[in-house]
C-alpha cells in the first residue's frame, strides 16, 4: 500500500495537558509515531484514552486553555511546532492535512448547501477559482460514491442520509488534495453496511490518491482490515505500536492482550466467556505514578506501581519497529497469555431451564403506526413503525433482535414492555393479554434495561434510591429490609457497597449499567428485555456487562431479549435471533442456522458487512445498495427489494411473507440452496434518497 | 462469576476509601456549609426578614409620623443631613429609614408570595404542557399566547380595581401575571426529560403520571425553578410599586418598598436619596435571593457531587 518512504509526519514526545478544575489533566502524555505517506495508522483505545484529543492536537484544534508540547512535530518537513495558528490554518490544516469527525449529522452546516460547502474549502485556500471549485466538487461527489452530483450540490445537508453526509464529508476532506486525512471515529455513527462501504472508501482513495491516513477507533475489527500499522493508547499513552499484524495476532503490552480478549470475535462456536479488563481507566489529573495500566494489569510487578514502565524497541515480524511500553521484555509469553485467557467456560443455558419450548412472550401480528403531520394543516402520514410482527419469547432462551437503526427495534421494545400500546394485533404474557395485566403485575414479570446508562438512571437520586425505587413504588417491606435488598443486589451485580449513597455523575459508565440491572432485577422479574444493553460502553466494560448478563441468567434462571445492531454481541450472547427490517421480522433462526447459512439476502448482507478481527484482510465488498429507506415512503412489494441484489421482478409487485422456513424472501429456498456466490451488483453506490 | 465480581469489587475500592454512612442529606448540609455565596445571600436574606419582623422595636420613628416642617431632609452623610433622621425624610416629613425597615415586611411577603403563586401556576401548566403534549400543550399554547398579548398592568389594575385593593389581592394578581418565565422554561425542561430512559424504566416500573412528575421530572427541574424564582422575586417588587403608583396597589400611608420609589419619583430630580434608598434595599433583597438560589442549585446540583 505504501510506495515512497519518506516520513510525512514525525511526532515525537506529544504531551497536551489541559487545566480543568481539579488540577492539570494531563491528556496526551509523550506520545511519539512517524507516519509514512501512503501509510494508514490505526489508532485504538477506549474512551479518555487521548485518541482524539492527539488528533486534534495536529489539528490546532485544541482548546484554548490546553497546552501543547512536543520535541518535534514535522509535517512534510515543515516545524509544526513553529507555526503560527494563522499560518497552520491557512497553509496546512484543510489544505494538506483535512480531518473527518464521527457525527456526520452535526459535522455539516444545516444552513449552506453542499456544494457552498464543499466549494469554500477550496476558495478559502485560494486554490482555484469558482468553476474549478465546482468541477472539483463534482468530480469528488462522484469518486465517493454520490450519484447525481449535479443535483446534490444544491441540496442541503438535511436531504442526505448519515451514510451520504459521511460521504460528502470526505468529499470535503479530499477538496484540497491532502496529503494525510485524520478520521476519528468515521464509522461509528453509521450502521453496519454502510460502516463497511465507507470503510473501503477510504481505503481505496488512500490507495489511489496516495494519502497517508490517522484512523482513530475503537472498534478493532474496523482497525485490522484498514490499517497498516496500529497503535493501542491508554491513559494518555501509546502503549503498543507496530505492525497491524504484529501487534494484533501476536500482542506484547498486557493492555492489548486484555483488548484483544475483550472483543467477541465471531470466530468459532467457543462457549466460553469473554475476558474482562478489571477496574476502570484511571483519572488523568495530576501526576501518574508508575505504569497507568497498573492496577488494571494481569501481570503487575511491584516495581510497575513505582516506576513509568521503558519503552521498549524491537522488530516485528512483518518488518518495521515494534513498541511496547511495558516492563515485561518483548517475547515474554504474551502470545500464550492471550490464548490462555479464554478459560473461563460459560454455564451451559440447557441444564438451567427445562422449559425451553413455553413461549413467556408472544406478539401476535403486532403493530404500532404513528401518525405524522409535517404541518399543522399538513396530511398526515403513517409511519409503520412496527408492522404486523409475529414473535415469541420461550422461557430461558436469548433472543437476540437485529437490525439497522430505523427498522422499529426499539418501538417493539417498548410494545413488549407494555410501555407502547400497539395499535393492531397483541401481546401475550403467558397467555394473557399484556395490555390487560395491571402494570405493577407487568412490572414484576418484565424488566428493561436501557442503552444509555447515562440517561436511564434520575440523575437527582442517588445509587441505592434509584435500585430501590421499584420497592418503594410497590409497597413491599420496611425500610431496613429494602435497605437490605439493595444492597443484595448491589453485591449481585457487582457494585462496591460504599456506592449506595453516589448519584449517577459519581460513578463510570459501567458502573451505571450495573445499577440499571440491579434496578430491573430487584423486583425478580423472569424476563429482562435489554435495547442495545452495551453500545455505549467501551469494548472492556461491555465484555463485563454481558459476562454480567450470562452469569444472572445462569444464577436466576432469566430470558432474555437483547435488542441490538452489534452482530458480534449477537454472536456471543444470543440462542436464537431474530431479523428486522423496516418494522418487519424478515428472518427467525436458531443461532448456529442463522449465522452460519443465512436464508434472507438482508441477514447476508448484514453478516457480511460485519468487519470480523482479520489483521491485514481488506474491507470485505458487500452487496447492498441504497441507503436504508424512509419509513415514511414504504416500498412496493418485498420492502427489501430496492436494496436487494437479488431482486427479481416478483419482488416488485408481491410483498412475501413469513413462510414456514421463517423467512420472509420469495427467492428463501433458492438461496439457502446456493452457495456462499451471490450475483454481484453495484456496491457502494446509494440509488436513494431519504425525504 | 464470584471471582470476577470479587476483582471489580476490590479494584473499585481500592480507589478511594468513603466513610460508611455519608448520607447524601449530610453530606448536603457539608456543602451548604462550605458555599460562600449560599452563606452570604442566606445571611442577608434572614437578617431581611428579622428587620421587617422587628421593624417597631429597631425603627427610631413612627413611619407614618408627618412633621411637615421637617419635609425632604437628605441623609446623614450628605450636605444638610442630620443624625436624628439616619436616612433622611420624605415629602411629608416622615423618617425614611423607619419607612424602609416597616416597607420591608410589605416587600417581602408582597415579593415571595407574589413569586410563589407564579411559580405554582407556571410550573404545573408548563410540567403538565411538556409531559403530555398533544392537546394539552396546544391549549397551553394558546393560553400562553393569550396571557403575553394581554396588557399586563391594565388587567392588575382592572382586577384589583374590581376586587378593591388589599395585600393578598395584589399578591395573587401579581402572581397570576407573572407565570410565563416558568411555563416556557419548565414545558422545555420537561419536553427534553421525558424522551430519557429513567422515565421510560419509570413507567416499566408501574408508575403513575403523577408519581413520574413529582418523583422523576420535578427534581430535575429545580435548577431552572430556582433561577426563575429570584428572578421574580425582584420583578414582583417592581410590580407592586408600578401598582402602587397607580393608586391600586399598597394603598398609602403604608410603606412599600416600591410605593416609596413610587412617591420619591417627584422629587428624584433634586432628592435622588428617595430612590435610590428604597432601590438599593430591593436590590439587596434580589441579589441575596440570587445567591441563595445560586447557592442552592449549586449544594443540591448533580454536575457539582463529585
Not at chain 2, 14 to 24: I, N, W
Amino acid at each position: 500500500m505504501t510506495s515512497s518512504r519518506d516520513p510525512l509526519l514525525i511526532i515525537e514526545n506529544l504531551t497536551v495537558d489541559i487545566p480543568v478544575a481539579s488540577g492539570i489533566l494531563h491528556a496526551v502524555r509523550d506520545v511519539s509515531f512517524t507516519l509514512e505517506r501512503g501509510e494508514v495508522l490505526g489508532i485504538v483505545g477506549e474512551s479518555g484514552s487521548g485518541k482524539s484529543i492527539s488528533s486534534l492536537a495536529l489539528m490546532g484544534l485544541l482548546p484554548a486553555s490546553a497546552k501543547r508540547a512536543a520535541s518535534k512535530l514535522e509535517f512534510a518537513g515543515r516545524d509544526l511546532l513553529a507555526m503560527s495558528d494563522d499560518v497552520l490554518a491557512r497553509e496546512i490544516t484543510g489544505e494538506r492535512m483535512s480531518m473527518i469527525f464521527q457525527e456526520p449529522m452535526t459535522s455539516l452546516n444545516p444552513v449552506y448547501t453542499i456544494g457552498r460547502q464543499l466549494t469554500e474549502v477550496m476558495l478559502l485556500h485560494g486554490k482555484g477559482n469558482e468553476r474549478e471549485a465546482r468541477e472539483r466538487a463534482l468530480y469528488l461527489l462522484e469518486k465517493v460514491g454520490l450519484p447525481n452530483a449535479k443535483t446534490r450540490l444544491e441540496q442541503y445537508p438535511h436531504q442526505l442520509s448519515g451514510g451520504q453526509r459521511q460521504r460528502v464529508m470526505i468529499a470535503l476532506a479530499l477538496m484540497n488534495e491532502p496529503e494525510l486525512i485524520i478520521a476519528d471515529e468515521p464509522t461509528t455513527a453509521l450502521d453496519v453496511t454502510v460502516q463497511a462501504q465507507i470503510l473501503r472508501l477510504l481505503t481505496d482513495l488512500c490507495d489511489e490518491f496516495n494519502m497517508a491516513m490517522i484512523l482513530i477507533s475503537h472498534d478493532l475489527g474496523a482497525i485490522s482490515r484498514t490499517a497498516d500499522r496500529v497503535g493501542v493508547m491508554y491513559a494518555g499513552q501509546l502503549v503498543e505500536t507496530g505492525h497491524v499484524k504484529d501487534v494484533l495476532e501476536a500482542p506484547q503490552h498486557p493492555y492489548t492482550i486484555g483488548l484483544l480478549s475483550c472483543t467477541p470475535k465471531m470466530k468459532d462456536n467457543s462457549e466460553s466467556l469473554l475476558g474482562t479488563i478489571p477496574g476502570m481507566v484511571p483519572s488523568l489529573v495530576g501526576e501518574v505514578k508508575g505504569c497507568a495500566f497498573a492496577n488494571r494489569c494481569a501481570e503487575r510487578q511491584n516495581e510497575c506501581l513505582h516506576r513509568s514502565p521503558p519503552l521498549r524497541e524491537f522488530a516485528g515480524a512483518m518488518g518495521g519497529i515494534r513498541r511496547s511500553r511495558c516492563i515485561l521484555k518483548p517475547g515474554w509469553d504474551g502470545e500464550a497469555k492471550a490464548e490462555g485467557l479464554d478459560v473461563a467456560e460459560r454455564v451451559n443455558v440447557k441444564d438451567i431451564t427445562k422449559t425451553g419450548e413455553a413461549n413467556v412472550l408472544s406478539a401476535k401480528n403486532v403493530a404500532c403506526h404513528f401518525n405524522v403531520k409535517k404541518s399543522l394543516f399538513g396530511p398526515a402520514q403513517v409511519l409503520r413503525a412496527v408492522d404486523g410482527i409475529n414473535l415469541d419469547l420461550r422461557a430461558g432462551e436469548i433472543l437476540a433482535l437485529v437490525g439497522e437503526s430505523g427498522c422499529g427495534k426499539s418501538t417493539l421494545a417498548k410494545l413488549l414492555l407494555g410501555v407502547e400500546q400497539p395499535t393492531a394485533g397483541h401481546i401475550q404474557l403467558d397467555g394473557q393479554d399484556l395490555m390487560a395485566t395491571a402494570s405493577f403485575e407487568r412490572a414484576r414479570r418484565l424488566q428493561p434495561v436501557f442503552q444509555d446508562p447515562y440517561s436511564s438512571l434520575n440523575p437527582r437520586k442517588t445509587i441505592g434510591q434509584s435500585i430501590g425505587r421499584p420497592l418503594d413504588l410497590h409497597k413491599i417491606g420496611e425500610a431496613t429490609d429494602r435497605r437490605r435488598e439493595v444492597e443484595r443486589l448491589m453485591e449481585l451485580v457487582g457494585l462496591p457497597r460504599r456506592l449506595y449513597h453516589s448519584y449517577p455523575n459519581q460513578i463510570s459508565g459501567g458502573q451505571r449499567q450495573r445499577v440499571a440491572i440491579a434496578r430491573a432485577l430487584i423486583m425478580k422479574p423472569d424476563i429482562l428485555i435489554c435495547d442495545e444493553p452495551t453500545s455505549a460502553l467501551d469494548v472492556s466494560v461491555q465484555s463485563q456487562i454481558l459476562n454480567l448478563l450470562l452469569d444472572l441468567r445462569a444464577e436466576l434462571g432469566l430470558t432474555y431479549l437483547i435488542i441490538t445492531h452489534d452482530l458480534s454481541v449477537v454472536d456471543y450472547m444470543a440462542t436464537r435471533i431474530a431479523v428486522m427490517y423496516l418494522g418487519q421480522i424478515v428472518e427467525v433462526g436458531l443461532k448456529e442456522k442463522l449465522i452460519h447459512d443465512p436464508s434472507h439476502p438482508y441477514t447476508r448482507i448484514l453478516l457480511d458487512s460485519v468487519l470480523k478481527m482479520e489483521p491485514g484482510e481488506k474491507i470485505p465488498k458487500t452487496e447492498i445498495g441504497g441507503a436504508f429507506p424512509n419509513a415514511l415512503a414504504m416500498p412496493s412489494g418485498c420492502r427489501f427489494h430496492p436494496r436487494c441484489p437479488l431482486a427479481i421482478d416478483k419482488c416488485r409487485r408481491v410483498a412475501p411473507e413469513l413462510g414456514t422456513d421463517n423467512v420472509r424472501c420469495h427467492l428463501s429456498s433458492e438461496i439457502s440452496s446456493r452457495t456462499t456466490e451471490m450475483v454481484p451488483s453495484v456496491s457502494g453506490v446509494e440509488k436513494e434518497v431519504p425525504a | 462469576m464470584e471471582k470476577r465480581h470479587e476483582i471489580a469489587d476490590h479494584s473499585a475500592a481500592s480507589a478511594d476509601e468513603v466513610p460508611e454512612e455519608l448520607t447524601p442529606r449530610l453530606l448536603m448540609k457539608r456543602r451548604m456549609f462550605r458555599h460562600k455565596g449560599f452563606l452570604l445571600g442566606t445571611g442577608l436574606l434572614f437578617l431581611l426578614v428579622l428587620l421587617a419582623i422587628f421593624a417597631p422595636l429597631i425603627a427610631p420613628f413612627d413611619p407614618f409620623d408627618q412633621v411637615l416642617s421637617r419635609r425632604l431632609l437628605p441623609p446623614v452623610w450628605a450636605e444638610g443631613g442630620g443624625w436624628e433622621h439616619l436616612l433622611g425624610t420624605d415629602h411629608l416629613g416622615r423618617d425614611y429609614l423607619s419607612r424602609l425597615l416597616y416597607g420591608a415586611r410589605m416587600s417581602l411577603i408582597i415579593g415571595l408570595g407574589a413569586a410563589t403563586v407564579g411559580c405554582v401556576i407556571g410550573v404545573t401548566l408548563g410540567v403538565c404542557a411538556g409531559y403530555f403534549g398533544g392537546r394539552i400543550d396546544q391549549v397551553i399554547g394558546y393560553l400562553l399566547t393569550c396571557q403575553l398579548a394581554l396588557p399586563g398592568l391594565l388587567l392588575a389594575m382592572s382586577l384589583v380595581f374590581m376586587i378593591g385593593p388589599s395585600v393578598p389581592v395584589v399578591i395573587s394578581v401579581i402572581g397570576l401575571l407573572h407565570w410565563t418565565y416558568y411555563l416556557v422554561v419548565t414545558r422545555a425542561a420537561t419536553m427534553q426529560i421525558k424522551q430519557l430512559d429513567y422515565i421510560a424504566a419509570a413507567r416499566t416500573l408501574g408508575s403513575s403520571h403523577s408519581q413520574i412528575i413529582i418523583y422523576e421530572i420535578l427534581p430535575n427541574l429545580l435548577n431552572q425553578i430556582i433561577v426563575i424564582f429570584t428572578l421574580e422575586i425582584g420583578i414582583a417588587v417592581l410590580a407592586e410599586a408600578a401598582l402602587s403608583f397607580l393608586g391600586v396597589g399598597i394603598q398609602p400611608p403604608i410603606p412599600s418598598w416600591g410605593l416609596m420609589i413610587a412617591e420619591g419619583k417627584n422629587a428624584m430630580y433634586y432628592r435622588p436619596w428617595l430612590v435610590i434608598l428604597p432601590g438599593i434595599a430591593i436590590f439587596i433583597m434580589v441579589i441575596s435571593t440570587n445567591l441563595m438560589g445560586d447557592g442552592l442549585r449549586d449544594v443540591t446540583a448533580p454536575d457539582n457531587r463529585s
